[in-house]
């Protein structure tokens, strides 16, 4: 009873223009008491417009009333203020780290009950009041105590953005769609969050899949760890029961069988741990993604969802599933039957034995088979935006579009100098250089042209210097008929169907590189499984002499998930 007693002695103490206890307080000739400071403030304002004013009856006065501290007042708020000493509140009414403090607190702040979407304000319960006791405050909407008011008020407006623009991607408030997105494609914020939940919920299950599938990987090659170690161990322990029957003629032999063994299996137990380990971080990343995403899907606020939602729902490409290599497999088995026919044919087998041994070593390795993509749609997962170097461009070829497109000029263009410019033939190569899988395709504005992949160091003079003349690069030649592979001057015909757009698909590591009549369907015309030892360049050329032939890189968008 006598806390409610002091909370309304308290709220009779207060200043109706900061609703905070009075301070240096003054009664005006009406009657009514403020804050010497803020009922100058008041009056001040209103001395433009001639009049002064008492802020709660309106009594106007023609001269500006002299103000006198209210002494009896003043005691009074020193006397509250004591009592509340005594009685202050917990420190759990505080505001403290991660919670949401009332903005008219001075000092220490208590903990907001409440914000005020009109006033863009949070209040303590007892700065609030107003608002449940003022008609004025009737139409102003609470909400639970939030810290993102502003983030929700356009900053253009002052108003809360409740829609979202398609156009430019943003949210915006109900002037902004009446202002400078006028024309534009927008609709209500949660129309739009609900959509894109769905999108997220989509995503969220391609992310899960990937999880179960790199689940499978794991155990995949943990299986084959464990047959590479029982083999092995089979291998290791047939063949020291074998050595050791024999004299001290085959130990040199026994011993470097055990050392091809051991080698190879520490090699292949190295390669799958590092691969297990490349997956089990890959199963990191998409498990912290997913709770990510599961977190965002719970988020209230629109606009905090629309922002981070970007970012967060792109999930890279990765490599597919690890498979047994059976060859590993057979090559422990191939030891121990060669041991045993050396133990039949002792001493002059031995020596045919080692060499046969290590005839048997295979390139062998635990890996992620890549599949090589079918439609055009698996081919666009591994497109990027490539440009071409004007350093290697030929003097009669103009470079344009942001350096994607080669047209013919009758005039020789102002190149300056270099080692990599290609003198002879009308070619140019890309900026940068291919090493892993990319696709990429060529847009040809005559009949005759030439894409190619090469290496750096192909000749840039000469006949060596076309591509496919040399065993430095590799290409295709469209013509208006037919297409021709060449490679190390030596070609190969292809009949295919005519298309304007030609694909190339290159997988660096696996070294395969297809050219593709981009149609629909996607129809293969060559495909090349070679080794590239070297770092490889895009390369495009021109047949034609004729002004303004070209061709032009097209710009691609990837379709990773």
């Known amino acids: ?60 006065f023609v001269l500006r009333p002299a103000l ?36 008219f607190c001075t000092g220490r702040k208590l903990k907001a009950i409440k914000s005020c979407l009109q006033c863009l304000v949070s209040y303590c319960e007892q700065h609030l009041q107003p608002h449940y006791e003022s008609p004025a405050f009737e139409k102003h909407k609470l909400i639970k105590p939030s810290e993102k008011l502003q983030k929700n008020i356009c900053s253009r407006h002052g108003k809360e ?13 109900l002037l902004c769609a009446m202002d400078e997105h006028k024309l534009h494609d927008t609709v209500l914020a949660s129309e739009e969050r609900g959509r894109r939940q769905t999108e997220l919920a989509s995503s969220r299950q391609k992310i899960q899949k990937r999880i179960q ?43 470097d069988v055990k050392r091809q063994i051991k080698s190879q299996q520490k090699t292949e137990i190295s390669r799958a741990k590092e691969l297990q380990d490349k997956l089990q971080q890959e199963l990191s990343q998409l498990r912290r993604r997913d709770a990510e995403l599961e977190q965002l899907s719970h988020t209230k606020d629109h606009t905090t969802f629309l922002q981070n939602y970007s970012s967060l729902s792109c999930v890279s490409q990765s490599a597919d599933s690890p498979s047994i290599n059976i060859y590993l497999l057979h090559y422990f088995e191939d030891v121990t039957a060669a041991v045993c026919k050396a133990k039949e044919k002792l001493q ?32 666009l997962q591994h497109s990027q935006e490539l440009t071409l170097d004007p350093n290697t461009a030929n003097t009669q070829l103009s470079l344009s579009e942001g350096n994607r497109k080669a047209t013919v000029m009758s005039e ?59 065993d430095k690069s590799w290409a295709l030649e469209c013509f208006r008929h037919s297409y021709q592979f060449r490679h190390n001057a030596a070609s190969t015909l292809i009949i295919g169907p005519q298309s304007s757009k030609i694909g190339v698909y290159l997988d ?15 129809t293969l015309l060559h495909r090349v499984q070679t080794t590239f030892t070297q770092p490889l360049y895009q390369g495009l050329g021109v047949f034609a002499t004729f002004e303004a032939a070209a061709a032009e890189l097209c710009r691609l968008k990837s379709t990773q998930v």
């Open 68 to 103: 006198v501290k209210n002494t009896m007042l003043a005691d009074l708020v020193e006397e509250l203020k004591k009592t509340e000493l005594q009685a202050a509140p917990a420190d759990h009414c505080y505001a403290g780290p991660g919670d949401v403090a009332c903005d």
């Open 412 to 470: 020789t263009q102002p190149y300056p100098s270099h080692r990599d410019r290609f003198t002879d033939m009308f070619q140019v190569l890309s900026r940068d250089s291919l090493s892993g899988r990319h696709y990429w395709e060529v847009e040809r504005k005559s009949y005759e042209v030439s894409l190619a992949v090469a290496y750096k160091d192909m000749s840039r003079t000469g006949f060596e210097s076309g591509f496919g003349n040399d």
């Open 1 to 60: 009873m006598a806390q409610q007693q002091n909370r309304v002695d308290k709220k009779k103490l207060c200043c109706s223009i900061c609703l905070d206890l009075l301070k240096d307080p003054v009664t005006i000739p009406c009657g009514h008491s403020y804050c010497m400071s803020c009922v100058q403030s008041h009056w001040d304002e209103e001395a433009q417009k001639g009049i002064h004013s008492c802020p709660q009856c309106r009594q106007t």
């Open 213 to 255: 599938e790199r689940e499978n990987d794991v155990k995949v090659l943990q299986q084959e760890t464990d047959a590479i170690n029982h083999f092995a161990d089979k291998a290791l322990k047939k063949s020291e029961k074998i050595f050791t029957q024999l004299l001290h003629l085959i130990k040199s032999t026994s011993s």
């Open 348 to 379: 002059a087998i031995l020596t045919d034995t080692c060499t046969k041994i290590s005839s048997m070593e295979k390139e062998v390795s635990v890996s992620l088979p890549q599949g090589e993509p079918k439609t055009r749609a698996e081919c």
């Open 161 to 173: 953005m409740k829609l979202f623009c398609h156009a430019d991607q943003e949210c915006i408030c």
């Open 508 to 522: 660096h590591g696996a070294g395969i590189l297809s050219f593709y009549s981009v149609s629909d369907p996607l």
